[in-house]
């Protein structure tokens, strides 16, 4: 009965739809079961749709919309606006653009002069569109990629956001000009968003911790969204704008966790949506393959690039490959360039099968990013410069005697427990700039560093022995397992304990060189026990006493 009712009213098969979404699944897990983001899977899925002759629907595109606006909004609440104005985010933005197009236009025409097809006719105009849209990174996938690795909060995960920003903005900035898309006068009273500000986080602060939290964030990402189109200012600009407005408030980090799993599902829509918009045929393939191979040359330009302007080898290679993607803007930028007729409408599925074919080759690089570093460390370590930017200088403990990697909510207890103790002299690692900054302004000992970070430990002076405990305290298991055998293989003899939210868990970190392991839902209940009788047994005397 419901499946009928929306059927008609939305016009939409659902049946069809959800039968699409089963498939999407399906294919998902399998690609998860390979090792692989299930994102690939969702793209074969489409693929394969297509090729049965389906067609996206009204819903899988409303999805699509959604899941892209949402993710938006998603990256401006873990923007800081400082971080887009470093010379390696917008200098290499910028660089990377201009001398990508450089390397590609000549290629283009020169491949055209050889008569390949769909470029023997584009004229110059033509090329450098084709050019310039495939300058641009996927952020979808991009901040799917880092999410799933748990590595937002990495250095190069933030200066990767910090770049594709640069580059949505440029891409926003073309299709206005393109579409002849001016803002309208109104758009000027958008201004006032910033006395609205302060309503937004009152609003924010009494939304809770549960479906009115949700519900905020859905209202502001999707009403402001259709504010800015109201005004003919791109609505998905103005989703990552109003993220970035309420950042700074200390519910944003849960607010954007509330969102994720919401986020995600509309997201399935829209890598379904690229694999259904390709209709190929097989003279397209020499291009796409050419295509592909600069792809290569685009993530190695990014690492460069960012090994130019002072970064390590490990933060430019992991940068570089989470960057090393086609862009769904590529799509759009054809899309507009085929209605103008400056493009012929071939060039729309040869951009679409590109695209998907460089998020299934990236997302397979990414799920083995950590060991391409160590296989090309060697060559990689040999073009670093010898002076750095500030945070990735040498990492220095002091005289600390115990440190505690992860200062979340976990770390910064710990940390407070073994200040009260006499002899211990507790120092933090945390990988996220901001945690570092409100830990150091209250007090704490506590310097940024990421321990997943193969390099770190050798950033990391332990060699003079003080360190005698070290506790690690990251959210992901496979993250403190990690930090634990890099410990031991830098020679480390000292105590090391860790955090851990389920049972089976245990085993592969005692495997990694874990002492002490400490779960954290069965500890708990004996800890709140413990506090409860602590509390009687102190209240007991008051109470005999009057």
């Given at each position: 009965?419901?499946?009928?009712?929306c059927n008609s009213?939305?016009g939409?098969?659902m049946a069809e739809?959800?039968a699409?979404?089963?498939?999407?699944?399906?294919?998902?897990?399998?690609a998860r079961?390979?090792?692989?983001p299930p994102?690939?899977?969702y793209?074969?899925?489409?693929?394969?749709?297509?090729?049965?002759g389906?067609?996206?629907?009204?819903l899988?595109d409303?999805l699509s919309?959604?899941?892209?606006?949402?993710?938006?909004?998603?990256?401006?609440?873990?923007?800081?606006?400082?971080?887009?104005v470093?010379?390696?985010?917008?200098g290499?933005a910028?660089?990377?653009?201009l001398?990508?197009i450089?390397v590609?236009?000549?290629?283009?025409l020169?491949?055209?002069?050889l008569?390949?097809?769909?470029?023997s006719?584009?004229?110059p105009?033509?090329?450098?569109?084709?050019?310039?849209a495939?300058?641009f990174?996927?952020t979808?996938f991009?901040?799917k990629?880092?999410?799933?690795?748990?590595?937002?909060?990495a250095l190069?995960?933030t200066?990767?956001?910090?770049?594709l920003?640069?580059?949505?903005l440029a891409?926003?900035l073309?299709?206005?000009?393109?579409?002849g898309?001016t803002?309208?006068?109104?758009?000027?009273a958008?201004?006032?968003?910033?006395?609205?500000?302060r309503?937004?986080?009152?609003?924010?602060?009494?939304?809770?911790?549960?479906?009115?939290?949700?519900?905020?964030?859905?209202t502001?990402?999707?009403?402001?969204?259709?504010?800015?189109?109201?005004?003919?200012?791109?609505?998905d600009?103005?989703?990552?704008l109003?993220?970035?407005?309420?950042?700074?408030?200390?519910?944003?980090?849960?607010?954007?966790?509330?969102?994720?799993?919401l986020?995600?599902?509309?997201?399935v829509g829209?890598f379904?949506s690229i694999?259904?918009?390709?209709t190929?045929?097989?003279?397209?393939l020499p291009?796409?393959?050419?295509?592909?191979?600069?792809?290569?040359a685009?993530?190695?330009?990014f690492?460069q690039?960012?090994?130019a302007?002072?970064?390590?080898?490990?933060?430019?290679l992991?940068?570089?490959?989470s960057?090393?993607?086609?862009?769904?803007?590529?799509?759009i930028v054809?899309?507009v360039?085929a209605?103008?007729?400056?493009?012929s409408?071939?060039?729309?599925a040869i951009?679409?099968?590109?695209l998907?074919?460089?998020l299934?080759?990236?997302s397979?690089?990414n799920a083995?990013s950590?060991?391409?570093?160590?296989l090309f460390?060697?060559r990689?370590r040999?073009?670093?410069?010898?002076?750095r930017?500030?945070v990735?200088r040498e990492?220095?403990?002091?005289r600390?005697?115990?440190?505690?990697?992860?200062?979340?909510?976990?770390?910064?207890g710990?940390?407070?427990r073994?200040?009260?103790?006499?002899d211990?002299r507790p120092?933090?690692?945390?990988?996220?700039?901001?945690?570092?900054?409100?830990?150091?302004?209250?007090?704490?000992?506590?310097?940024q560093?990421?321990?997943?970070?193969a390099?770190?430990w050798?950033r990391?002076?332990?060699?003079?022995?003080?360190?005698?405990?070290?506790?690690?305290?990251?959210?992901?298991?496979?993250?403190?397992?990690?930090a634990?055998e890099?410990?031991?293989?830098?020679g480390y003899?000292?105590?090391?304990g860790?955090?851990?939210?389920?049972?089976?868990d245990?085993?592969?970190?005692?495997?990694?060189?874990?002492?002490?392991v400490f779960?954290?839902?069965?500890?708990?209940?004996?800890g709140?026990?413990q506090?409860?009788?602590a509390?009687?047994?102190?209240?007991?005397?008051?109470?005999g006493?009057?």
């Amino acid at each position: 009965m419901a499946l009928k009712r929306c059927n008609s009213i939305l016009g939409i098969d659902m049946a069809e739809t959800i039968a699409w979404l089963a498939s999407a699944f399906v294919c998902g897990l399998i690609a998860r079961q390979l090792g692989l983001p299930p994102l690939v899977g969702y793209l074969v899925a489409g693929f394969g749709l297509q090729a049965t002759g389906a067609e996206a629907t009204e819903l899988i595109d409303v999805l699509s919309a959604l899941g892209v606006t949402l993710l938006l909004f998603s990256i401006g609440l873990k923007l800081r606006l400082s971080s887009l104005v470093a010379p390696h985010v917008w200098g290499v933005a910028s660089a990377h653009m201009l001398v990508f197009i450089a390397v590609t236009l000549p290629i283009l025409l020169g491949l055209g002069a050889l008569g390949l097809p769909y470029v023997s006719e584009i004229t110059p105009a033509g090329a450098l569109l084709v050019a310039f849209a495939l300058s641009f990174s996927s952020t979808v996938f991009a901040v799917k990629v880092l999410e799933d690795k748990g590595e937002m909060g990495a250095l190069y995960g933030t200066i990767a956001i910090g770049i594709l920003v640069i580059q949505d903005l440029a891409a926003v900035l073309f299709l206005a000009a393109s579409l002849g898309k001016t803002p309208s006068l109104w758009a000027l009273a958008l201004l006032a968003l910033l006395p609205l500000r302060r309503v937004m986080l009152w609003l924010l602060e009494g939304a809770g911790h549960g479906e009115l939290l949700l519900l905020f964030g859905v209202t502001v990402a999707l009403g402001g969204a259709q504010v800015f189109e109201l005004v003919h200012v791109k609505g998905d600009l103005g989703a990552l704008l109003l993220g970035v407005l309420i950042a700074s408030h200390p519910k944003a980090a849960e607010l954007s966790k509330t969102l994720l799993g919401l986020k995600d599902l509309f997201l399935v829509g829209f890598f379904l949506s690229i694999g259904l918009s390709a209709t190929p045929s097989a003279d397209m393939l020499p291009l796409v393959l050419v295509l592909i191979a600069l792809l290569l040359a685009k993530g190695f330009l990014f690492e460069q690039w960012l090994l130019a302007f002072r970064l390590r080898a490990r933060t430019a290679l992991l940068c570089g490959l989470s960057l090393a993607s086609y862009s769904e803007f590529g799509l759009i930028v054809a899309a507009v360039a085929a209605k103008s007729g400056w493009l012929s409408a071939d060039w729309l599925a040869i951009i679409a099968i590109t695209l998907s074919l460089s998020l299934i080759l990236a997302s397979t690089l990414n799920a083995r990013s950590h060991d391409l570093y160590e296989l090309f460390s060697a060559r990689l370590r040999r073009q670093e410069r010898q002076q750095r930017i500030p945070v990735e200088r040498e990492i220095d403990p002091g005289r600390a005697n115990a440190m505690i990697i992860g200062m979340g909510q976990v770390g910064a207890g710990a940390y407070d427990r073994l200040v009260q103790t006499a002899d211990m002299r507790p120092v933090g690692i945390d990988a996220d700039p901001d945690t570092v900054a409100r830990h150091a302004a209250g007090g704490r000992h506590v310097v940024q560093g990421s321990a997943t970070d193969a390099d770190f430990w050798q950033r990391l002076h332990l060699d003079d022995g003080h360190v005698k405990l070290v506790l690690l305290a990251m959210p992901r298991v496979s993250e403190n397992q990690f930090a634990a055998e890099h410990l031991r293989q830098v020679g480390y003899t000292g105590v090391i304990g860790a955090i851990a939210k389920f049972r089976d868990d245990e085993p592969a970190l005692r495997a990694a060189g874990v002492e002490q392991v400490f779960n954290l839902y069965a500890e708990a209940g004996a800890g709140l026990a413990q506090h409860v009788c602590a509390t009687r047994t102190a209240v007991r005397p008051a109470s005999g006493a009057t």
